[in-house]
C-alpha cells in the first residue's frame, strides 16, 4: 500500500530519508490492519522551527510515538542535505533552518545575492 500520493512535501530533500522511513511505518500498519474505515495517512508533510512536522489523519499512539522520533531525529540532519556533520538549528532571518555549515554558508550566499537585486 502506498500513502497518499497527492501530498506535498514543504521541507527540503536532506530529510527524505526519515519521511520514507515514516512512510513505512504507516505502510506496515495499514498492511496489518486492512479492516480499518479510514487508512492511515499522511495529510501534511512540512518544515516548522527548524524540525520535520509529520501530520496524520488519526492519533494511533503506537505509530504517532514512532512518527514522533523520526520528527525528533530531523533537528540533526541537515535539511538540505542530508548530512549528520556540524548541522544546528539556528534563526536565520527570521526562519528557523536546521543546516551543516556548508548549507548554511550557501543560504547566506543565495539570500544576499537575490536581495541585491532589489
Given at each position: 500500500?502506498?500513502?497518499n500520493?497527492?501530498?506535498?512535501?514543504?521541507?527540503?530533500?536532506?530529510?527524505?530519508?526519515?519521511?520514507?522511513?515514516?512512510?513505512?511505518?504507516?505502510?506496515?500498519?495499514?498492511?496489518?490492519?486492512?479492516?480499518?474505515?479510514?487508512?492511515?495517512d499522511?495529510?501534511?508533510?512540512?518544515?516548522?522551527?527548524?524540525?520535520?512536522?509529520?501530520?496524520?489523519?488519526?492519533?494511533?499512539?503506537?505509530?504517532?510515538?514512532?512518527?514522533?522520533?523520526?520528527?525528533?531525529?530531523?533537528?540533526?540532519?541537515?535539511?538540505?542535505?542530508?548530512?549528520?556533520?556540524?548541522?544546528?538549528?539556528?534563526?536565520?532571518?527570521?526562519?528557523?533552518?536546521?543546516?551543516?555549515?556548508?548549507?548554511?554558508?550557501?543560504?547566506?550566499?543565495?539570500?544576499?545575492?537575490?536581495?541585491?537585486?532589489f
Open positions: 500500500m502506498k500513502t500520493q497527492y501530498i506535498s512535501y514543504d521541507c527540503g530533500y536532506g530529510w527524505e530519508k526519515l519521511i520514507k522511513k515514516a512512510e513505512r511505518i504507516v505502510d506496515l500498519y495499514n498492511y496489518f490492519h486492512p479492516d480499518m474505515e479510514f487508512p492511515l499522511f495529510f501534511q508533510i512540512k518544515e516548522k522551527w527548524g524540525g520535520l512536522c509529520l501530520y496524520l489523519n488519526q492519533y494511533i499512539p503506537e505509530v504517532s510515538n514512532k512518527i514522533h522520533n523520526i520528527e525528533g531525529k530531523s533537528y540533526h540532519y541537515c535539511e538540505h542535505c542530508g548530512t549528520n556533520k556540524n548541522v544546528k538549528t539556528k534563526p536565520f532571518h527570521g526562519w528557523y533552518m536546521t543546516l551543516c555549515d556548508d548549507c548554511r554558508k550557501k543560504e547566506e550566499e543565495w539570500y544576499e545575492n537575490y536581495y541585491k537585486q
